[in-house]
């Protein structure tokens, strides 16, 4: 028998680095078991957020937005740049020294809180038995509380297995070393929106199909109406209602076949990315004794504290119920952590913002105006359009608009929609706002820096109740 710790965490992502660094803070003996290796052959930690995930994703972003930035509309704000041109090569490599610095992070962070990092692969064998396996040598290592942060992967569906440089996932997508001409993405979600609109500002030619009918769900309608209304000028060909039903490859193209509302349909593409959801990734993780039950979709079965079914075992991240999210998952590794060291913590699911980094950002978090009618809560809105925001003009970024659903009574904030230039920095208003339990009057009593675009959220609390100040249709004072 090998050490014993307090804590063993299964998975170096967002959910486990955090909950292994939290638990040793708290002073608790704490190993984290990884088993991502590189291409280099490296234990890496960061899990899927740093290394094919949220950062690789928006270093591309940033990198494509900057370019366009630089092709279309510097001109147009008096910067002249002459020819400008994509270096595709260099942008992976940006992309992956941006990678590197961050994982490399997370091992620094590791031994400057005495976080034992165990190579290879972890099995619960028991409430306190952790197996770690590596090129076949195996040591079970013994532990008072056990945190699984074994994340997720990519859905695959069986019309478009992923065919080798042709028929890619999120990662593969990552990857591309020249700009495909024609791309093909199955699934308008946040993965299909965020790639899709770097490969089209790098010049591809970029068509969704999307199965279901109505575009971002989850997102307040006036905000996904708007954003749909960008991305269409921006290029992106959006189909939704398009099931894809096959495909087929020739070693250079894909043609893809789906039915919508006309009926048969089929388009080529040069490259094709599945981006249709992620799903729990648990194999190998749990003994054949080690009791842990999984939920009928395949999620570890956790309560509202990430305890699992079995006392002394958690679960947190991807792998359990609620937003697949880097920052939901960090805050439950923080959440467990503290229960596991005897204090009270508790999470608001309610308050977990999401964003999409199109350009523009679009942020939520909260109840959208939908939400409010389907469950019969009476609302009063607010809405400001940054057309009417004198530091978004400034910035040659006037898109987009903010909006605030509250309470009809109670004037509390439900819900914060946005869509706008840096709408995910924006949205953190709105995630303290439903936190502290604030009204929208609190926030149009604010004093907001001038000129800021977070005058637009300012400006949609005012026009909750009527009195936005730059906008002329308002209501009258009461
Ligand atoms: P993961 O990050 O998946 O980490 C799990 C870790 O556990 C992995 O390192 C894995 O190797 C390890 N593991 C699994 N099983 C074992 C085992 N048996 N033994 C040892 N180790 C094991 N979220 C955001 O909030 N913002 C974004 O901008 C964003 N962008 C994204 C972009 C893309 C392209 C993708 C694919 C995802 C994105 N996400 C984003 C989602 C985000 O990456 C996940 O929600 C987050 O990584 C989940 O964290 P986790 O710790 O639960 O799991
Ligand atoms: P998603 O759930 O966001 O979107 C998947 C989309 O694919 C849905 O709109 C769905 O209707 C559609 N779809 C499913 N099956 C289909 C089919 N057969 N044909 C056509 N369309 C189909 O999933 P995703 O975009 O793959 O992202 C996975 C997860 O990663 C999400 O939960 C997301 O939260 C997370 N993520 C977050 C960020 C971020 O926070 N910015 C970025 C990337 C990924």
Same mark, same amino acid.
Not at 285 to 291: F, K, R, S, V
Not at 408 to 413: S, V
């Given at each position: 028998m090998a050490d014993k710790f307090d804590v063993i965490v299964i998975g170096a992502g967002p959910g486990g680095y955090v909950a292994a660094i939290r638990a040793a803070q708290l002073g608790l003996k704490t190993a984290c078991v990884e088993k991502w290796v590189n291409k280099e052959g490296k234990t890496v930690h960061g899990g899927t957020c740093l290394n094919v995930g949220c950062i690789p994703s928006k270093a591309l972003l940033e990198s494509s937005h900057k370019f366009v930035e630089a092709r279309d509309h510097f001109a147009e704000v008096g910067i002249n740049v002459g020819d400008v041109s994509a270096d595709i090569p260099k942008m992976l490599e940006f992309k992956n020294q941006v990678i590197a610095k961050n994982v490399g992070g997370i091992s620094a962070l590791f031994k400057a809180n005495g976080v034992t990092a165990l190579e290879g692969a972890g099995k619960v /064998?028991?409430?306190k038995q952790v197996e770690v396996s590596k090129d076949g040598d195996k040591a079970v290592y013994e532990a008072e509380h056990i945190v699984i942060a074994s994340g997720s992967v990519p859905v695959e569906i069986p019309p478009t297995p992923l065919t080798e440089g042709l028929i890619v996932d999120s990662t593969g997508a990552l990857e591309f070393e020249e700009t495909p001409k024609r791309l093909g993405v199955i699934g308008a979600g946040v993965i299909g929106l965020e790639l899709g609109s770097v490969w089209s500002r790098l010049g591809s030619e970029v068509t969704v199909l999307e199965a279901m009918d109505s575009f971002l769900p989850m997102v307040d309608s006036a905000i996904a109406k708007e954003t749909q209304k960008l991305l269409k000028k921006q290029g992106l060909d959006i189909k939704m209602g398009a099931r894809v039903t096959g495909s087929e490859t020739n070693g250079k193209e894909v043609t893809v076949k789906y039915t919508d509302a006309k009926g048969e349909q089929e388009q080529v593409f040069d490259k094709l990315i599945v981006c249709v959801g992620r799903r729990p990734y648990t194999q190998g /993780? /749990?003994?054949?004794?080690?009791?842990v039950k999984l939920d009928e979709r395949g999620f570890i079965f956790v309560d509202d504290q990430c305890r699992t079914s079995v006392p002394g075992v958690y679960a947190i991240g991807d792998c359990v119920r609620g937003p697949m999210l880097a920052h939901k998952a960090s805050e439950e590794g923080v959440m467990v952590a503290d229960i596991i060291a005897g204090h009270k913590a508790e999470m608001n699911y309610d308050a977990i913002p999401s964003v999409i980094y199109t350009s523009p950002e679009v942020a939520w978090v909260g109840i959208t105006e939908q939400d409010a009618k389907a469950a019969g809560i009476e609302i009063k809105t607010g809405s400001f359009p940054f057309s009417a925001n004198g530091r978004a003009l400034a910035n040659h970024a006037s898109e987009g608009m903010a909006k605030i659903i509250a309470d009809?009574?109670?004037?509390?904030?439900l819900g914060m929609h946005i869509v706008g230039q840096h709408a995910g920095e924006l949205i953190a208003q709105g995630v303290i706002a439903m936190e502290f339990g604030s009204s929208a009057e609190d926030l149009a009593l604010t004093c907001y820096a001038h000129p800021t675009t977070a005058e637009a959220v300012h400006e949609a609390a005012l026009a909750v109740d009527g009195h936005a100040i730059h906008m002329a249709n308002r209501k009258k004072r009461k």
């Open positions: /064998l028991s409430s /993780l /749990l003994g054949e004794d080690a009791g009809a009574e109670t004037d509390r904030i």
